[in-house]
């Protein structure tokens, strides 16, 4: 009894929680707000990184790409397209309400496409607009060393620059050699 109790309890839960999730991802609003969370130290990354999918704080961006690439993200993305059971559905089987159902359905049909795109247009490039958000953070809680990257990476560019001008007028001016050929194609 013990173990059959245990998973049905789990089953409930997990459809519950389920049907959480599908209204976080059923406005725009809804899931921007989720995705943009205040800073919260009580939460793993301080609450920064999100699946909303899976309604789950992740520590940092590397571990939240590692995620949605990996196997339990993808395996609830398919349980997300499945749509949730309700009891309007128990009504129809039972031959009750037949017409709420039917235009429940009907609604369903028509929104849940423009839903899915939404979704899908929200969340495609989340950890590359945290990596964005990281950056510039990083870049106002230290100025200097900021302008001091930007200013090394100008000279080295520049330096790469020079070198490419080099080379080149050092080829026009005597052909390659057959040894140079070989070390440096
Ligand atoms: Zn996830």
Redesign the pocket.
């Known amino acids: 009894m013990g173990r059959y109790s245990v998973k049905r309890y789990k089953t409930k839960r997990m459809t519950r929680q389920l049907d959480q999730i599908f209204d976080d991802l059923s406005t725009p609003e809804s899931i921007q707000k989720l995705k943009n969370q205040e800073e919260d130290e009580t939460l793993p990354g301080m609450g920064q990184y999100y699946?909303v999918?899976?309604a789950?704080y992740f520590f940092d961006n590397t571990s939240l790409k590692g995620?949605?690439r990996g196997k339990v993200?993808k395996r609830?993305v398919k349980e997300l397209k499945v749509k949730p059971y309700t009891p309007e559905e128990a009504d129809f089987a039972a031959g009750v309400n037949v017409e709420k159902y039917l235009d429940r359905v009907n609604k369903y049909k028509n929104e849940e496409e423009q839903r899915r795109l939404m979704e899908a247009e929200l969340l495609k490039n989340q950890t590359e607009e945290y990596e964005l958000r990281d950056r510039q953070k990083w870049e106002q809680m230290y100025p200097e060393k900021a302008v001091e990257e930007a200013q090394k990476k100008l000279e080295q560019e520049s330096l790469e620059k020079k070198r490419a001008l080099k080379k080149a007028q050092k080829y026009e001016l005597e052909p390659l050699t057959d040894d140079e050929i070989q070390i440096d194609p």
């Open positions: 699946c999918q899976c789950k995620h949605i993200h609830r």
